[in-house]
Nanobody, 125 residues
Framework: QVQLTESGGGLVQAGGSLRLSCAASGLTFSTYRMGWFRQAPGKEREFVASISWSGGPAYADSVKGRCTISRDNSKNTVDMQMNSQKAEETTVYYC???????????????????WGQGTQVTVAS
């Protein structure tokens, strides 16, 4: 059974940085692309970043240059470092195992078969 557990959310000041982490189990982690998404109340879940099984990243335009996604296949974790946080980025962030195995980094929400429970990020202005 695939399980994804996010951590690292919390309160950060606008302009500050935050590092989210996702621990995965129940899958051959090294062969799957992984993604981070976020969803504000009343809005659709949106793509933030993805990383292919081989480490190639993709980012939403809104976070490009401020965000770095990385993976550690020895620990079955995928992290996302977010800098220069904005108040409008206050929302719940979700880790996802994207369809695979293999494949390039993917921006499509529908390509995610498993989701974590989410972690709240609050950016104080």
């Amino acid at each position: 059974q695939v399980q994804l557990t996010e951590s690292g959310g919390g309160l950060v000041q606008a302009g500050g940085s935050l590092r989210l982490s996702c621990a995965a189990s129940g899958l051959t982690f090294s062969t799957y692309r992984m993604g981070w998404f976020r969803q504000a109340p009343g809005k659709e879940r949106e793509f933030v970043a993805s990383i292919s099984w081989s480490g190639g990243p993709a980012y939403a335009d809104s976070v490009k240059g401020r965000c770095t996604i990385s993976r550690d296949n020895s620990k079955n974790t995928v992290d996302m470092q977010m800098n220069s946080q904005k108040a409008e980025e206050t929302t719940v962030y979700y880790c996802a195992r994207q369809n695979g195995p293999y494949g390039s980094a993917c921006r499509r929400t529908g390509e995610s078969g498993y989701w974590g429970q989410g972690t709240q990020v609050t950016v104080a202005s």
